[in-house]
Nanobody, 116 residues
Framework: QLQLVESGGGVVQSGGSLRLSCAAS????????KGWFRQAPGKRREMVAQ???????NYADFVKGRFTISRDDAKNTVSLEMNSLKPEDSAVYYC??????????WGQGTQVTVSS
């Protein structure tokens, strides 16, 4: 059974950096895109960054210039490098994959907390 598992969350001071990774277990399947979303308490889940299978990237305005998404198809992973973190970046971060079938998979989430 295919699963997405995030890692790399934690607590960091404002201005610090974290790197999130998401590994897909199970069979390696073609995908259309991989991405990261986040959800803070009381707020809706929002897109943070996405990368297509042609390496086209899309970032939310609030992370442009600070976050970088990358993927490694050989390892079946997608990563999110987060720099210049702000307290408002605190949230549970989820990775997502859209498979070639149009089906979406989500990870279980990893907590990122940025202290001021």
């Amino acid at each position: 059974q295919l699963q997405l598992v995030e890692s790399g969350g934690g607590v960091v001071q404002s201005g610090g950096s974290l790197r999130l990774s998401c590994a897909a277990s199970g069979p390696v399947l073609p995908h259309k895109s991989k991405g990261w979303f986040r959800q803070a308490p009381g707020k809706r889940r929002e897109m943070v960054a996405q990368i297509t299978n042609e390496n086209s990237t899309n970032y939310a305005d609030f992370v442009k210039g600070r976050f970088t998404i990358s993927r490694d198809d050989a390892k079946n992973t997608v990563s999110l490098e987060m720099n210049s973190l702000k307290p408002e970046d605190s949230a549970v971060y989820y990775c997502q994959t859209e498979w070639h079938t149009g089906i979406f998979s989500w990870g279980q989430g990893t907590q990122v907390t940025v202290s001021s």
